[in-house]
């Protein structure tokens, strides 16, 4: 079988890295090598600039640095990680992708998001995933999920932007609906769980010939 690359997206707090946990340990299960990367991260430059992205004292960074940055890390964990793993035949899971950028920086910070997905195509060599799944949840429950003491660059935004960024992410799915799959995210964990998974069958697994 050839490797499948599966993206997990939504606004913070959806419940994306819980999920894309129960989707590796099940996968691993059956057999499958998996790989799990985060956005911004994976690599050890690509981390570097996630430190630079969420630290708090960096409040100032201009939407259009912020979205180089993003898309420098995502072209770095393409070329060194993503793209050979594919390769090699093994699924890839990703906490984020190219879809983000558009949602959060295109929908969220008003830039141009027809500029911002070809500047994607650049970072990617064009690589889509084959799935995306987007965890939906009303931005003010996403807020409560993410209460924190020392809430990050990112979750300090506030709430009107999280909304606009849901939005766009209602906008992405409209125009790749064959990628992309809209998930209630409010759902308990386990029934998350089982609509992902219903997805993934769908457009993936049946794919594996029965042993």
């Known amino acids: 079988m050839k490797g499948k690359f599966i993206t997990f997206e939504g606004i913070d707090g959806s419940g994306k890295t819980t999920q894309i946990n129960l989707l590796e340990a099940e996968l691993k299960q059956q057999g499958i090598s998996t790989l799990i990367f985060r956005e911004p991260g994976g690599t050890r430059l690509s981390e570097k600039i996630r430190n630079i992205l969420l630290d708090r004292e960096n409040m ?15 072209a ?6 993503i793209k050979p793993a594919l ?19 295109g929908y969220g910070r008003g830039l141009n998001v027809e500029y911002l997905e070809e500047l994607n195509k ?37 709430i009107d932007f999280f909304q606009r960024v849901r ?35 769908k457009k993936i697994l049946k794919e594996i010939p029965c042993s």
């Open 87 to 105: 390769e090699k035949n093994q699924f890839v899971l990703c906490d984020r992708f190219a879809d983000s950028t558009v949602a959060y920086q």
């Open 60 to 74: 100032v960074l201009f939407p259009s640095t912020e979205s180089l940055l993003f898309v420098a890390a995502r």
């Open 167 to 201: 939005e766009g992410y209602y906008d992405i799915a409209s125009r790749y609906p064959q990628r992309c799959i809209i998930i209630d995210g409010t759902q308990t964990e386990s029934e998350v769980f089982e609509s992902i998974m219903k997805v993934v069958n």
């Open 122 to 158: 650049f970072a990617t060599d064009y690589i889509q995933p084959d799935v995306t799944i987007i965890l939906d949840i009303d931005s003010e429950k996403a807020g409560i999920r993410i209460q924190s003491d020392a809430p990050d660059r990112m979750e300090s935004i506030g």
């Open 76 to 81: 770095q964990l393409m070329a060194e990680k």
